[in-house]
């Protein structure tokens, strides 16, 4: 599943490789918010692996424990899936459009800016963006490190993930489009063993499951109380903050996210006020070699880039 948000977006599709502006790095305890919204993203790299179709299975009566189905299936196909998808990002922000090009590989994530606004880069913004690529690529300390806070934040993304059944109560909510439809809030039975899972004590939302495949579809959250870091020294997020994330079967049984909604403020450190308000949009998902090198990832977001295809994925609709 992506990573959910965080990534808080690591290596999801919201904390990417060589990102600039558009990563989201607050500070470290603001951010775990992003992160729980990330870690619902797993396996991070994008999507759920793959799995053999099913029958129609019957919904268990107890939905925490389907939530448990869903949780322990995505757990498992994190550390089996190794296949990796290319795609296309857009993302809205501060009113301004960027729309990305976006490879992971094995050795970390590459991203390349293809419009802005709708309208394709200038050969003078072009330029700069292949100076960024080839810069990026020749800094193998940064890219070593950026890998590493990678895996560090995919393995909180999985504690984080695994945790979920017990930390919220869940209520059947009928069905919609074929998937069960559940409400959760906080479990006032649920200990936090560490400040980051303090977050889920003041979450509540909705989320939409595809019963056969055991894969998440949809959620929607929101914070139903003002989250305190340190006693609110290191910061807090305000109540009230949203996130929406969205899924879909790109092809049998693998389930890539297809959109990521935020929309939370607060203080951080020195009150340095967060106030993160993204609209992301994935599409155009295509299968890539899993042998494929950072260097031949670049080559293939330059050709994507000045492909017909993209051309008219850029005009204004």
């Known amino acids: 599943m992506h990573p959910i948000m965080t990534s808080l977006f690591t290596s999801s599709p919201v904390l990417f490789v060589g990102r600039r502006a558009l990563t989201l790095k607050l500070m470290p305890y603001p951010r775990i918010l992003l992160l729980f919204v990330l870690c619902l993203l797993l396996p991070p790299a994008i999507s759920m692996a793959g799995q053999e179709p099913q029958s129609p299975t019957e919904v268990p009566s107890n939905p925490q424990v389907l939530v448990r189905e869903v949780v322990q299936n995505g757990l498992r196909q994190a550390r089996n899936d190794q296949i990796h998808w290319s795609y296309r990002e857009i993302v809205r922000k501060d009113g301004r459009v960027e729309t990305r090009e976006v490879c992971p590989t094995s050795s970390g994530t590459i991203d390349r800016l293809v419009a802005i606004d709708g309208q394709s880069l200038s050969a003078e913004q072009q330029n700069r963006e292949d100076a960024r690529i080839q810069a990026w690529l ?3 300390t940064e890219i070593r490190k950026e890998r590493q806070k990678q895996r560090e934040d995919s393995a909180k993304q999985g504690r984080m993930f695994a ?6 109560r869940y209520q059947y909510d009928g069905t919609e489009g074929g998937l069960v439809k559940l409400t959760f809030e906080p479990n006032p039975q649920f200990v936090p063993s560490s400040r980051q899972e303090e977050v889920f004590h003041h979450l509540e939302g909705t989320m939409w499951i595809d019963p056969d495949q055991k894969q998440l ?3 929607d959250g929101r914070l139903t109380g003002e989250v305190r870091f340190a006693g609110g020294l290191l910061g807090r997020l305000d109540k009230g903050g949203v996130f929406s994330v969205r899924f879909k079967e790109a092809a049998s049984g693998y389930w ?6 935020v929309e939370m403020n607060g203080k951080a450190l020195l009150l340095k006020t967060i106030s993160v308000q993204e609209k992301r949009e994935f599409d155009d998902y295509r299968l890539v070699p899993d042998n494929l090198t950072l ?4 080559e293939l977001l330059e050709k994507q880039a000045n492909s017909p295809r993209q051309s008219a994925a850029n005009t204004p609709k």
């Open 163 to 168: 945790i979920f059944p017990d930390a919220f």
């Open 217 to 219: 579809a949809r959620i």
């Open 295 to 298: 260097q031949q990832a670049a």
């Open 138 to 140: 020749a800094n193998v």
């Open 256 to 261: 890539v996210i297809t959109a990521l909604d």
